[in-house]
């Protein structure tokens, strides 16, 4: 009986090994980087947004040949269990990988719950580490927004998809960024907002942040009612988070001690460095952007642009922002 019960054991064994060496392993340096910004965030993040670690952390990290999902509350049947990650504090699933290496959004893409969808640092614009944890910060940001009560059916409410109901037309909303009176008006708003920003004195901020507004009232002349509830939705949801991104790196430069696994990957750089290219980029893009060209992404910088404003103006807006949503005017005023 055990002479013939041998080779059936033996096969049993061989396809257990066999299962668990077909499970990949999430690469050290990735485990570092998410080990990071699930730090950084649990330090710094609630002294940026109010109550902000009440928001979802979902991550579904993709690589060339497999997608792994990190701190998923419900994962789909789609996904098979790694086992627990001690480092992150999350049990880890993998998928075969289905999205482009060089994905970067927040969305409901598994089980409904709002996850950030993220290529390796060395395969999205990031590049390297610390600019990857940043952006890693801007779509947890996105989570905040987006667990909010009866965010998605208040995003509705504003009757911008027009039919769209797979929820694309954020990103392929037909804004006239061809019109020549939208172009030229946005060519000069972004360089007003641009000199508020670089002025030192607060006389020369005010002259130069009114000049924005009045430019700003006189764009929304020319737009119909649906373009203008898009551009500010734009500048509330995506704009806000790029000044989100500053304010991580800021903070982080200052008050956070990066781990000494993080700080000794090759490709580390200071959060300083970072904030300094947040801010470097913001105003570079407010100086020379062109609406035709940079299209939605020109929404970022001019979103940032006056957050940072409305810093030096109403040091109290940030209460305000998820009551009063879609729309930064009202804190202008």
């Given at each position: 009986?055990?002479?013939?019960?041998?080779?059936?054991?033996?096969?049993?064994?061989?396809?257990?090994?066999?299962?668990?060496?077909?499970?990949?392993?999430?690469?050290?340096?990735?485990?570092?980087?998410?080990?990071?910004?699930?730090?950084?965030?649990?330090?710094?993040?609630?002294?940026?947004?109010?109550?902000?670690?009440?928001?979802?952390?979902?991550?579904?990290?993709?690589?060339?040949?497999y997608e792994f999902l990190i701190r998923h509350p419900k994962p789909s049947e789609d996904f098979t269990l790694i086992g627990h990650d001690?480092?992150?504090?999350?049990?880890?699933?993998?998928?075969?990988?289905?999205?482009?290496?060089?994905?970067?959004?927040?969305y409901p893409a598994v089980g409904g719950v709002s996850t950030i969808v993220i290529g390796q640092a060395e395969n999205t614009a990031s590049k390297t580490?610390?600019?990857w944890v940043v952006?890693?910060?801007?779509?947890?940001?996105?989570?905040?927004?987006?667990?909010?009560?009866?965010?998605?059916?208040?995003?509705?409410?504003?009757?911008?998809?027009?039919?769209?109901q797979s929820g694309m037309w954020m990103l392929n909303y037909k804004f006239p960024y061809d019109g020549y009176e939208v172009r030229q008006q946005f060519f000069v708003m972004s360089r007003l907002l641009a000199n508020a920003l670089k002025s030192k004195e607060s006389a020369?901020?005010?002259?130069?942040?009114?000049?924005?507004?009045?430019?700003?009232?006189?764009?929304?002349?020319?737009?119909?009612?649906?373009?203008?509830?898009?551009?500010s939705f734009q500048l509330w949801k995506e704009g806000i988070a790029r000044y989100t991104e500053y304010h991580v790196a800021k903070l982080a430069a200052t008050d956070y001690k990066p781990t000494k696994?993080?700080?000794?990957?090759?490709?580390?750089?200071?959060?300083?460095?970072?904030?300094?290219?947040?801010?470097?980029r913001?105003?570079?893009?407010?100086?020379?952007?062109?609406?035709?060209?940079?299209?939605?992404?020109?929404?970022?910088?001019?979103?940032?642009?006056?957050?940072?404003s409305l810093d030096r103006i109403n040091p109290q807006w940030r209460a305000r922002y998820l009551i009063d949503k879609f729309s930064l005017d009202t804190y202008f005023k």
């Open positions: 009986m055990k002479i013939k019960l041998a080779p059936i054991v033996l096969l049993l064994l061989a396809v257990v090994s066999g299962q668990a060496q077909q499970k990949p392993s999430l690469p050290q340096i990735d485990r570092i980087r998410l080990a990071e910004a699930f730090g950084l965030g649990d330090a710094i993040g609630n002294r940026v947004w109010k109550d902000w670690d009440k928001a979802p952390f979902a991550v579904l990290l993709v690589t060339p040949e001690a480092l992150l504090k999350s049990d880890v699933y993998f998928r075969k990988a289905t999205l482009q290496t060089s994905f970067q959004a927040t580490s610390t600019p952006v890693v910060m801007h779509e947890h940001f996105h989570q905040l927004q987006d667990s909010q009560p009866s965010f998605f059916e208040q995003v509705s409410a504003l009757n911008l998809a027009h039919g769209d020369d901020f005010s002259a130069n942040l009114s000049a924005y507004l009045t430019a700003r009232l006189q764009l929304k002349e020319m737009l119909n009612a649906d373009d203008y509830k898009y551009l696994e993080f700080s000794a990957l090759k490709d580390f750089s200071s959060f300083k460095t970072v904030a300094d290219q947040v801010m470097n913001t105003l570079n893009e407010l100086s020379t952007l062109e609406l035709e060209k940079s299209k939605r992404v020109s929404f970022y910088a001019m979103g940032a642009g006056e957050g940072l």
